[in-house]
């Protein structure tokens, strides 16, 4: 394991590898999506920059970069493609030779062991809600790790959970496509807590020495106008998209208050079992991934439904913001500067994140395991992309990531937001975010970047850091 600060750059199966029915791998959740009539733009990652094909190649772009870590993640249904447990081997020969070409370009592997894409039979059963998906999960762990090992020096057990959650069940554009339930949303949340931890009782099993973690995506909570109901408000969003998972994860237990505040919403906790949660105290996690995009600025409630809104469509022409009925609502102020997305631009938030989370969890490394800026790059009659505006963007993040780092939080390693281009979920492909273009329409060339030779120099430049 690297005690060197780690610079890397991540992805994840369904939005890179393709080959989604290829070598016995069975359907996720986004499969059976992606090729369903709910999935209206009719784009789907069935090929997307076809990694799986592509992966020394692009392995080797990382290396060449300087890059000595990448994050990915493990397609839980290219291991167990159906119900029966059956182990698909060519599977696992796959990611065998993903770290072998990891392994030749000093490249650490940081493994996520679901990033969204739940097998379709999961699914089918109800997702994350389904009351078997614990026993399922810690299973298929087991056989991660069991197969693995130590040649994957940090695990992570779920990617962006209250994201995730969010997305599943209110603002309803990831399958199962619910909206504005906070019941299933809670519910999902705490589903992902129990999974974390029979993952981790499973890895503890093994004696590795290897790491384990969780990547949470939420940033900072922040309030314009400093008073009593309006630091609630904020206490309500940690609550919302952080504590309600990170506060089990790393603490290993739920606040008192929270626990308070979910029942005063009028949520029926029978969800909640004694013997879950109990397993909170033992299994918690190494380390924190944590994702950096943009801040939470809130006030409290004034009126309205609970609602969540995002921008699908890059038009640029509404903002994400939420509505938590009776906790808190979305700020705003002329100040603040969104992408075609509707999301904030807002550096300084990777460092109030970094700070808070040190403040409430000490001293667990962190890792930001992801940070990128999505645009609708211009290539120019060779295919290169002078992202400049991507450039400036990561510079001013990871300059405030270092200001943390000097000032004693314990951050470990950056993680660009993403290799190469990919699919962007139902944004598709014109949202780009990769350090390297994929050109979709001329054999998937790959063509880095301006953004790839700045992080090069900088990982040169940042070497003894």
Known sequence: ????????SATAAYQCEGAWNEDGKGASIWDEFCHSAANTTKITGDVSCDFYHHYKEDIKMMGDCGQNTYRFSISWS????????VVNQKGLEFYD???DECEKYGIVPNVTLIHYDLPDYIGAKGGWLYEGISDEFAYYAKVVFEHFKDRIPFYATINEPTFNASCCYLTGNYPPNVQNSLQDYFHCIYNMAVCNAKA???????NLKAKIGLVHSSCSYDIFVDNEEYRKAAKYGEYFSTECMLDPAILGKYE?????????????LSYMHEEEIALFKDNTIDFLGQNAYCRNVVKPYTTGETYVQVNNSGSGDKKESKIIKGWFESDFNDSMIFNKWGREIYPKTIYDTLIKRRERYGNIPIYITECGHGAYDIADENGYVEDDDRIEFLSSYINY????????VNVLGFYVWSTMDLYSWINGYKK????????????????????YYWYKDLIKDKKDI
């Open 401 to 408: 990531m270092l200001k943390a780092k000097e000032e004693g």
């Open 97 to 99: 030779k993903v770290l």
């Open 432 to 451: 780009r975010y990769g350090l390297v273009r994929v050109d979709y329409d001329n054999g998937l060339k790959r063509i880095p970047k301006k953004s």
């Open 256 to 268: 008192d208050n929270f626990i308070i505040a979910l029942t005063k919403l009028g949520l029926d």
């Open 1 to 8: 394991m690297s005690e060197k600060f780690l610079w890397g």
């Open 78 to 85: 290219r291991i167990l493609p159906k119900e029966d447990r």
């Open 200 to 206: 981790i009782r499973e890895f503890r099993k093994l």
